[in-house]
């Protein structure tokens, strides 16, 4: 098992595990001597055994040889202690050295996973759930989000987003489980349901567990369509104060860069283009100047065993690579653990903040990247410093724009929660459990937009100010009891409770325009002329609260550790559907089979674990705005008075659905858990189906009768089939090295099997230039591109250039410019064939260096940066913009009359391997020369996102796939590969 390998010989993971202490008692004390000697166990000496007196605070840790040495009275007792060991209480007795061999405790070696509502043993789970410890996720890699440090970890889940600071992760497990409401998982936080997984730092994660399945999920009823991601924050272990301080600092560059035509080459091609004598690389002039980022953690952790607590604080300055983008964090976090009245009473505590101030005021990389090169940045006779020009149809200096104008959101989240738990002592394993927890989420966003900007001095505006404020309350509480007891052979746990979940916000937003100076920005609104012309403008709003009401049950049986099975039920109404829809009714059923542990596997001795699971679940989703299916007024049109005269009213504005129901998720899941040759290889498999039933999506609707112009049905049924595959080696397990890897491949087909009655297809958004690129319709996959069959070139009839052409619906080859949206067709699919996660974690005495690689094989990308400005207008005086070197070079004999249509041609494959992230560390025992004061210091040296093989010719082939219009790299964000340098300090 992974924890007994860890426990033998990994003596870095045991250097830098917390001291685990004894319980705490008094005796009396002779004299004191030095008492030294050496812990081991079966295989050797152990470093970092707690070598405590008892009763006291006084004690230290084993060093890399297993040796100690403590001063203890003549009749004291020393308690010697570590995970995955049995502990041991040795009186001192008078002797000056006592060696001491460790001995296993199989219950601790278990690994326990979060369910929902409670643990589990690692070897009682009939479901489908990824673990995460935080030993897992790599240091120096969590940047804004934890998401980034999750990549490559989980098979199945995937997620978009940019290199910037201030991009969010869209986190997509195991495909589509929407067609555009709460695809994501479900996060709790510490128990806290719908949980900001970017407002979680790093270093304080204890484990994720990701329950993938239905039969995982159901508990959570109501959201957990996507799957459920539970993250688990630390909590204090017993002993004596500890602290640590984590430093680092990150360098950031950029790379890949999009080759663009250098002034000489845009002069020569654009004949008719005016030439401003400068020589400008747009691209590099929006890079950041300093993209250096500094990060800094201060935790304390410590307590006996009635009161303990672990707290940090954090501040983090994340620069990215644009100028005008970067992210100032702080925040604090603590957990407390009580315990009363002789073990009837535990309180648990916790209390978190945590701030992001975010500027935005980068420019925009598209707009860059088709900017005149013969124009300057600067101009030293403009007011404003920059080159601004507001005449012609040439692309505005957005660089400028960007510098002038700011764009600035402060962030805030603050979430404290509670957990009384009075544990039934006269009824052995019964306790009852009662939680509340609340999340205040504010966002503050202050925009000005100076006088001097292009845009406004095209109005003829002197500044535009803009001030929003928002916040959303969540709160939650829930009282359960639960029961675990082992008889005999026999192992019963269950759980029933009561949830209730309430979340609305509210918002305030107000503009003005027209300031006598820059200098005061929003700070003074009233100044502003547009307010004394009645332009100015003022709005607010209150979201309507959101209710979620649920029962739960939860029932797990096993029978000596070989047959297991689990039951769970919740029902659950929610606010956003009338009465009569209301509630929905979610439930699952597992079971698992230990075929290792039969009888006829005896002398099958390469095999020590193989476990059979299957299970069945149904989970819900009403992950729409409740505001859409409510009674809303709104201001209408004036209306006349009895008196003659017109006055303003209020008029229905939206109005509830009476057949809205529930979406459903139903899925199945298949799994089988080995591990072979003395736990040396291990992994898991997993085969699963699920339909989403009753899809949620808006539609157009016709006035009258319907007082608005769309609204939500159920009009769909999405189908998701898949695999998922695990397998882990520990390849070499010595005294001095370790070596470790394990791969994930998953795969995914999303497919719709049905529409209303009334409906064959569903466009997406329009994507590219009014051009709609993808469909839903019944039999084909989701992720399938929707446009042009690509047949050819014709002459221009100048002899030296061509111009694309497309099939129409007969099959016939017509000019692109004269395609009808009927003539388009399904073609390729930006979902990937198999998406890889491999791992490897090597450890050479006291130094590891770990890398993560992860592969998308077998997927198309439209090309939407070539599309945009890869081929030459035919005139050349049409589009003064800047475009690709290709343009002129290997397509050169292209010219295009308006954009080219969107057809397959600009579709390829996307398949890649990437280095994400490679880390070096080295851990220096620091307890000789500190004189106990410290334990150890750790360095390491993270590149992340280091280098991508793809044969892709676009920018970046990690284009967006989640939801149903993805696939399509239009939009760029310099890629970014980071260099962290860090270092921790253990007290």
């Not at 004191?32 to 840790?61: E, F, R």
């Not at 500094?294 to 304390?300: A, F, I, M, N, Q």
Request: charged share 20%; aromatic share 12%.
């Amino acid at each position: 098992m992974l924890k007994n390998y860890l426990t033998k010989n990994n003596r870095l993971f045991r250097s830098c595990l917390p001291v685990l202490f004894g319980l705490l008692s008094f005796g009396a004390y002779a004299q004191n001597i030095t008492v030294t000697g050496m812990v081991s166990d079966s295989d050797g000496p152990l470093a970092g055994v707690s070598v405590q007196l008892k009763g006291t605070s006084v004690g230290t840790v084993t060093d890399i040889d297993g040796g100690y040495a403590v001063s203890a009275p003549q009749n004291g007792v020393l308690v010697f202690s570590f995970i995955g060991m049995n502990t041991q209480e040795i009186p001192v007795g008078g002797k000056s050295r006592l060696d001491v061999i460790l001995t296993e405790n199989a219950i601790l070696l278990e690994d326990v996973v979060v369910i929902g509502y409670g643990t589990l043993e690692k070897k009682m789970v009939s479901s489908a759930v990824t673990s995460i410890s935080a030993k897992d996720l790599v240091t120096g890699v969590g940047g804004a989000t934890i998401a980034n440090a999750l990549k490559g970890k989980v098979s199945g889940l995937v997620m978009s987003g940019t290199d910037s600071p201030n991009a969010t992760n869209d986190l997509q497990l195991r495909g589509m489980a929407s067609l555009e409401n709460s695809r994501s998982p479900l996060v709790v936080i510490d128990g806290m349901p719908g949980g900001d997984i970017r407002s979680v730092v790093q270093e304080d994660i204890q484990s994720i567990d990701i329950l993938k399945d239905a039969s995982a999920g159901a508990i959570y009823g109501t959201r957990a369509t996507g799957g459920v991601i539970l993250i688990t924050t630390k909590r204090a272990q017993e002993g004596k104060t500890r602290i640590s301080y984590t430093g680092e600092t990150t360098y950031k560059e950029t790379f890949g860069k999009p080759n663009i035509m250098s002034t000489k080459e845009y002069l020569r091609n654009f004949n008719r283009a005016i030439d401003y004598e400068a020589d400008t690389d747009w691209w590099d002039e929006g890079l950041a100047e300093n993209p250096f980022s500094t990060k800094h953690l201060l935790s304390l952790n410590g307590g006996n065993e009635g009161a303990r607590v672990y707290a940090n604080v954090m501040y983090e300055k994340n620069n990215g690579i644009l100028r005008g983008d970067s992210r100032t964090d702080f925040g604090g976090h603590i957990n407390a653990n009580f315990k009363a009245m002789n073990g009837w009473v535990e309180l648990n505590t916790t209390v978190d903040y945590r701030q992001a101030n975010r500027d935005q005021s980068k420019p925009d990389t598209n707009i860059l990247l088709a900017l005149n090169p013969s124009r300057a940045v600067k101009n030293a006779n403009d007011p404003s410093g920059y080159n601004v020009w507001t005449v012609g149809n040439e692309v505005v200096n957005n660089i400028a724009d960007a510098d002038l104008n700011t764009d600035n959101t402060l962030d805030k989240w603050f979430r404290p929660g509670a957990e009384l738990i009075i544990n039934i002592l006269p009824v052995k394993g019964l306790s009852l459990h009662v939680t509340g927890s609340y999340e205040n989420r504010q966002a503050e966003i202050h925009k000005y937009t100076s006088m001097y900007s292009s845009s406004e001095q095209r109005t003829k505006r002197k500044g535009y100010a803009n001030l929003k404020f928002s916040k959303r309350d969540n709160f939650n509480t829930e009282s359960y009891l639960s029961l675990s007891r082992q008889f005999d052979d026999h192992f019963v746990s269950a759980v029933a409770g009561y949830s209730y979940y309430e979340t609305g916000g509210e918002e305030f937003e107000m503009s003005n325009a027209n300031f006598s100076v820059d200098a005061l920005k929003y700070w003074k609104m009233e100044s502003g002329s547009w307010l004394k012309e009645g332009n100015a403008d003022m709005k607010s709003r209150k979201s309507t609260k959101n209710k979620l009401l649920g029962y739960f049950g939860r029932a797990h049986y096993n029978w000596k550790g070989k047959y297991m099975a689990m039951a769970t039920i919740r029902r659950e109404g929610s606010s956003k559907f009338v009465a009569a829809n209301a509630f929905g009714t979610f439930w699952s059923l597992s079971g698992g089979w230990r075929i290792s542990s039969e009888e006829f596997m005896k002398n099958v001795t390469a095999v020590n674990d193989l476990k059979l699971r299957a299970g069945y679940g149904v989970t819900g989703n009403e992950g729409f705005d409740r505001d859409y299916n409510t009674y809303l007024y709104g201001l209408d049109l004036f209306w006349m008075m009895p008196s003659g005269e017109f006055a303003p009213g209020l008029n229905v504005a939206t109005v509830p659905s009476p057949t809205l129901q529930w979406e459903e998720k139903h899925e199945w899941n298949l799994g089988l858990d080995y591990s072979l040759f003395n736990n040396r290889l291990f992994g898991k498999i997993d085969l699963y189906q699920r339909n989403i039933e009753k899809l949620l999506y808006k539609v157009s609707v016709p006035m009258p009768p319907n007082v608005v112009s769309d609204m939500y049905e159920n009009i769909a049924t999405l189908v998701n089939r898949g695999w998922e595959f695990e397998i882990g080696g520990k390849i070499v397990k010595t005294k001095d090295w370790d070596y470790e890897t394990a791969v994930n491949l998953s795969h995914n087909v999303t497919s719709v099997d049905y529409l209303s009655k009334d409906k064959s297809y569903q466009d997406g958004n329009q994507i590219l230039y009014n051009t709609f690129s993808h469909r839903l319709q019944v039999g084909q996959p989701v992720g399938s591109y929707f446009l042009y069959k690509h047949a050819g070139f014709e002459s221009n009839g100048d002899g030296k250039s061509s111009d694309f052409r497309v099939l129409d619906a007969a099959g016939n080859s017509i000019p692109h410019t004269k395609a009808r949206p009927e003539d388009r067709v399904f073609a390729g699919n930006y979902t990937p064939l198999v998406i890889a996660g491999w791992t490897h974690n090597l450890r050479y005495k006291n130094w590891t260096l770990n890398m993560t690689l992860t592969s998308w094989i077998d997927f198309d990308v439209f090309n939407g940066i070539d599309y945009n400005i890869g081929y030459a207008p035919l005139q050349s005086s049409d589009i003064p913009y800047n475009r690709l070197r290709d343009a002129f070079g290997k397509h050169n004999h292209i010219r295009t009359n308006g954009l080219p249509s969107m057809s397959d041609y600009f579709l390829e494959d996307g398949t890649f391997l990437k280095i994400q992230n490679v880390s070096l560390g080295y851990t220096l025992d620091s307890r000789k020369w500190s004189n106990d004061l410290m334990d150890h210091i750790r360095f390491y040296l993270t590149g992340n996102n280091l280098y991508t093989f793809t044969k892709y010719s676009g920018y970046n082939p990690e284009v967006t796939i989640t939801g149903w219009q993805g696939g399509i790299e239009d939009k760029v964000y310099p890629q970014t590969r980071s260099y962290v340098l860090g270092v921790q300090f253990n007290f």
